[in-house]
């Protein structure tokens, strides 16, 4: 095997990055008080119209005190409008017959795809990185958002004239015409034109489909509803209906994944139903696609919107991205295999230090692509070209050994193994115990990362064994 190195020395490029060491789930970017934790904030709450009829004039003309009627087109377009201005610095434009987009949930979308991207990468957050929004209508928000927050650049393709030429306009108004291509398309187009653009790869994918399989589905829901939803009450209806509703739209991007694969590191869509949901995960797995990810939006106390993400390639998402969906949808098994485990909590040891110490060291003396250990953090990041730590590769090793040296053949040292394995490990200290933590980055192997969590535990019980006289790892 060749020698080992650093993870960030070691790490694989994915589609848009460089090599670094991976980034934890709470990197310092999501962190209170910086750039991407204030994003991460906006909307916790609902917005307080008071406050933007103070801090914007042209809001409080539409409410003139009054709460805002969501039933009045006017005064949800100044909504948007307010929202963009005050929260991300945008100005928008948009026609009187097509939908307009509230923030919240399109903000909720772009935070998701930040956290896909950040967590199935060995890079840092904050790289250049090209996405396509299949689909983005008038006013062009998607995009708009992505650029804002991150470095990103976009292709975003509409078949309607009305809403490219007003996507364009907004494109111009913000002065990102460098960063966004507005591209038309045909209905008999590919919906992911990589070769069209000519484009080898791109980071992801994003679309937001009409809902509605016809114009009787759309109007039977309003029905049901105790209101309008404010978006539909100025959209057209090519933007709500679509032949066979969102699942054909969504699975024709998937037929097209089949052949494209790796030249998209995520493939992604929001889905107005949880049904939706159901039907893709299930089409996912008939198709052998494991590394996917679900989530769901929840905007005020009826609105739910879910999205889905599929990659072909060994990046895994963290827990809260690739599983952060409500009971609804564990009930119905939809879930993608868990990227996260507490392995051992046991009290505070004599010597943390000494414990780090020797569970870094057990895992530094396995046979690993790389192994990257911060004694500051209590925290490292490794990579195993298969279960190392198994007695069958022992058994395995010992017989090329063998082999070898009848052959009188060595291992190439220039040859890289593949990585079967890509975890990082971390100690967190609490006031009364300690616990060690384990994440799945990289691998297609759900059983690998199960019985590396089994050498974890094994490697933590002896490491506190030798530092206190009762022990108990949990």
């Known amino acids: 095997m060749a020698p080992k190195r650093k993870a960030s020395e070691a790490s694989p490029?994915?589609?848009?990055?460089?090599?670094?060491?991976?980034?934890?789930?709470?990197?310092?970017?999501?962190?209170?008080?910086?750039?991407?934790?204030?994003?991460?904030?906006?909307?916790?709450?609902?917005?307080?119209f008071k406050r933007l009829a103070r801090c914007d004039a042209d809001f409080a003309a539409v409410t003139k005190g009054r709460e805002l009627d969501f039933d009045d087109p006017a005064s949800v377009v100044q909504l948007t409008k307010t929202l963009l201005k005050l929260d991300f610095g945008l100005a928008m434009e948009l026609p009187e017959n097509r939908l307009c987009p509230p923030v919240p949930n399109r903000h909720n979308y772009i935070l998701w795809l930040k956290g896909l991207l950040d967590t199935s990468s060995y890079a840092p957050p904050g790289r250049n990185l090209v996405g396509l929004d299949i689909g983005t209508g008038a006013s062009c928000i998607y995009p708009l958002l992505g650029c804002v927050q991150r470095p990103w650049s976009f292709v975003a393709t509409d078949m309607d004239a009305e809403s490219l030429r007003w996507a364009r306009r907004n494109v111009e108004l913000n002065g990102?015409?460098?960063?966004?291509?507005?591209?038309?398309?045909?209905?008999?187009?590919?919906?992911?034109?990589?070769?069209?653009l000519g484009l080898d790869?791109?980071?992801?994918?994003?679309?937001?489909?009409?809902?509605?399989?016809?114009?009787?589905?759309?109007?039977?829901?309003?029905?049901?509803?105790?209101?309008?939803?404010?978006?539909?009450?100025?959209?057209?209806?090519?933007?709500?209906?679509?032949?066979?509703?969102?699942?054909?739209?969504v699975n024709r991007i998937l037929d097209e994944s089949l052949v494209l694969r790796g030249r998209v590191q995520w493939y992604t869509s929001m889905l107005g139903f949880l049904s939706s949901v159901a039907a893709l995960v299930d089409r996912l797995r008939d198709r052998g696609i494991q590394n996917y990810a679900i989530t769901e939006f929840v905007q005020g106390n009826k609105t739910r919107r879910w999205a889905v993400a599929w990659s072909f390639g060994p990046m895994r998402p963290s827990e809260d991205v690739a599983r952060g969906t409500k009971a609804a949808s564990c009930k119905l098994n939809l879930l993608p295999a868990a990227t996260e485990a507490e392995v051992a909590k046991f009290p505070m040891p004599d010597s943390i230090g000494t414990v780090a110490d020797k569970l870094s060291g057990?895992?530094?003396?396995?046979?690993?692509?790389?192994?990257?250990?911060?004694?500051?953090?209590?925290?490292?990041?490794?990579?195993?070209?298969?279960?190392?730590?198994?007695?069958?590769?022992?058994?395995?090793?010992?017989?090329?050994?063998?082999?070898?040296?009848?052959?009188?053949?060595?291992?190439?040292?220039?040859?890289?193994?593949?990585?079967?394995?890509?975890?990082?490990?971390?100690?967190?200290v609490a006031m009364q115990h300690v616990s060690v933590k384990c994440r799945w980055l990289e691998g297609s192997d759900p059983v690998a990362f199960e019985s590396f969590q089994g050498f974890l535990q094994a490697a933590t019980r002896s490491a506190v064994s030798s530092t206190q006289s009762n022990p108990q790892p949990g």
Request: charged share 30%; proline share 6%; with cysteine.
């Open 13 to 48: 490029r994915d589609s848009s990055s460089g090599v670094a060491v991976f980034q934890s789930a709470a990197d310092s970017s999501e962190l209170p008080g910086t750039r991407d934790g204030r994003f991460k904030e906006l909307y916790a709450k609902a917005p307080d």
């Open 176 to 196: 990102l015409g460098h960063r966004i291509k507005v591209v038309d398309r045909g209905p008999e187009d590919a919906l992911i034109p990589l070769d069209d």
């Open 201 to 249: 790869s791109i980071a992801f994918t994003m679309t937001n489909p009409p809902f509605y399989e016809s114009e009787d589905a759309l109007l039977q829901s309003a029905k049901r509803k105790s209101r309008r939803p404010y978006t539909a009450c100025t959209g057209s209806l090519s933007e709500m209906v679509v032949e066979g509703g969102e699942v054909a739209f």
């Open 362 to 428: 057990a895992i530094a003396a396995l046979d690993l692509i790389s192994w990257d250990w911060d004694s500051q953090a209590l925290a490292g990041t490794g990579r195993a070209p298969d279960k190392v730590w198994a007695r069958a590769w022992r058994r395995k090793k010992k017989r090329e050994a063998e082999t070898r040296t009848i052959e009188s053949q060595g291992p190439n040292p220039d040859l890289e193994p593949t990585c079967a394995l890509g975890f990082h490990v971390r100690i967190h």
